[in-house]
């Protein structure tokens, strides 16, 4: 049993918390379901001294009954300024880019994803294929003769792309790439491809304009989270608890 200021959590209520907190173990279950809670009756107990209304029944509090009550009344959250977006623009250049674009062509040798023997095989040619491409044989050509893609009839062209067009493990490895023919197959859930990037086209940086309202959400994302996290542990450490221990746990609140 856990006591918070004198208030009781039973064991059946932390048991019935349970089902909403997933974990690896039924004790690290039971760990987080008695921290919401505990965080849950704190909050509930600081909104009854401020004159909040409060729920009469304990079962049915949740740490967002009063949370966001609690913090327009008692957490002062900062916005950030267009000189720290400026700044945060200025530090992460990489995350502010268009998408490169890639002119492709490819060749798929199509695979069931839980066809074991029919991989092997499609495997084994992708390979085949591979070496005789290398050998200079024409790309379009084999890819009117083998690809299972209606690209095959424009010789297995894909015209231009860019990020999120493509499956994610097709794409993953697409864009890592340097032009010219791909070393190796491409494993998709498709089956296997053989690609050939006959041009690359680096993104280009965006505005600050562009990207402004984006950074502000971020930002203030950020200190908002940070800020909660602070009214919740200020609440813990002028608590009286007993039965729980906030050193053992892991969550990011109490970090």
């Known amino acids: 049993m856990i006591q918070v200021n004198q208030t009781q959590i039973s064991e059946q209520a932390i048991l019935a918390e349970m089902q909403y907190h997933p974990a690896d173990s039924q004790r690290a279950a039971m760990l987080k379901a008695a921290e919401s809670l505990v965080i849950a009756e704190l909050l509930r107990q600081r909104a009854q001294q401020l004159g909040l209304e409060v729920a009469t029944n304990q079962s049915s509090t949740s740490e967002h009954d009063y949370l966001e009550q609690l913090i327009e009344r008692e957490v002062p959250i900062p916005t950030a300024s267009r000189q720290e977006c400026e700044h945060y623009y200025q530090q992460n250049p990489q995350r502010f880019t268009s998408s490169p674009l890639l002119e492709v062509q490819h060749i798929l040798l199509a695979a069931a994803p839980d066809d074991d023997q029919e991989r092997v095989h499609a495997k084994a040619l992708a390979e085949e294929l591979l ?123 109490m970090q």
């Open 131 to 253: 070496q005789q491409l290398q050998q200079g044989q024409a790309f379009a050509e084999l890819a009117r003769k083998y690809s299972a893609c209606p690209s095959s009839q424009t010789g297995g062209s894909l015209g231009q792309i860019s990020k999120g067009q493509t499956v994610p493990e097709f794409e993953r490895q697409l864009f890592a790439a340097e032009a010219g023919l791909m070393p190796a197959p491409v494993e998709s859930r498709y089956g296997f491809h053989l690609v050939f990037i006959q041009q690359k086209i680096a993104g280009q940086p965006l505005p600050l304009a562009a990207v402004e309202q984006k950074i502000a959400d971020y930002l203030n994302e950020k200190v908002r989270r940070k800020a909660i996290a602070q009214y919740i542990h200020t609440l813990v450490v002028q608590a009286t608890i007993e039965g729980y221990d906030f050193n053992l746990s892991d969550s990011p609140l």
